[in-house]
């Protein structure tokens, strides 16, 4: 059967071999068979360029390669911490980087993607910090730092996201309701997909008298997630971890 799959949020790092052990064998049992995979943001935990000699982003661009190879098109939008990932990658990988907010024909229906940390306007904080670092000078004298320095300063980054994390109201890091009513009449859709919150779920909603929906994936911290869209609907759906021998 048809299906298009959707992914976000696997956080893939060093430090965690079960997700990528569990994203490689999504890539070989799932991926491979269908119409189209989209990576909606934050692949990894942290990326501070594409010249880092990572076994890690060989794994995965290997990985992309291959199923796109094999006749499935990878497409990426880049989440707020794999905001560095570029063109260098991207051409590795075999995959098509797309802009922040993207309008895809899901077999009919035009839906509206996005890595999701965009509806996160409550959280006036991030977005400031989320405006400075797309400051296109800006990445291009941090690409021009020793890979040491760029280490040093994605761990102080993740440390003080982490405690920022905790000091939040968890309504402040989740999406604002109107922002994601202003985006889909904005955009003329009435079907949201993104990632970002880690709370997955199928919202219905209510606009101008019709009916719309906003799908969140969910992460891979404790299992896989994936969203599966096929002519006959949507699906969220796990991909347990497989025990460590």
């Known amino acids: ?18 997700i990528t052990a569990a994203f490689l064998r999504f890539m070989r049992e799932d991926a491979v068979h269908a119409d189209a995979l989209y990576v909606l943001g934050d692949l990894f935990e942290f990326s501070i360029g594409d010249d880092e000699p990572s076994e890690l982003n060989r794994q995965v661009a290997s ?12 497409y990426f939008i880049h989440g707020n911490r794999d905001f560095m990932v570029g063109r260098r ?32 306007i409550d959280d006036a904080g991030y977005q400031r910090y989320r405006r400075i670092t797309r400051w296109p000078w800006l990445q291009w004298l941090f690409l021009r730092l020793p890979l040491r320095f760029r280490l040093n300063i994605a761990d102080g980054i993740r440390g003080k ?28 859709v009435d079907l949201l997909i993104h990632g970002h919150t880690h709370r997955p779920g199928i919202h219905e909603l209510s606009i101008d008298g019709r009916s719309a929906r906003r799908i969140v994936l969910g992460d891979w911290y404790t299992q896989g997630s994936v969203l ?3 002519p006959e609907g949507v699906e969220l759906q796990s991909r347990a971890f497989k025990e460590q021998s």
């Not at 051409?91 to 993607?113: F, N, S, V």
């Not at 309504?171 to 889909?184: G, I």
């Open 228 to 230: 599966t869209v096929t």
């Open 1 to 18: 059967m048809p299906c298009t799959l959707f992914i976000a949020d696997l956080h893939l790092s060093n430090g965690r071999p079960d």
């Open 161 to 188: 996201s982490a405690q920022s994390k905790q000091d939040k109201m968890m309504q402040v890091m989740d999406v604002n309701q109107a922002e994601v009513v202003r985006q889909l009449r904005l955009n003329k």
């Open 89 to 120: 990658f991207a051409r590795q990988a075999g995959m098509t980087l797309l802009p922040e907010h993207r309008i895809i024909d899901l077999y009919g229906k035009p839906a509206l993607i996005m890595h999701g940390d965009t509806l996160c």
């Open 63 to 74: 990985a992309f390669h291959t199923c796109s190879e094999q006749g499935t098109p990878v």
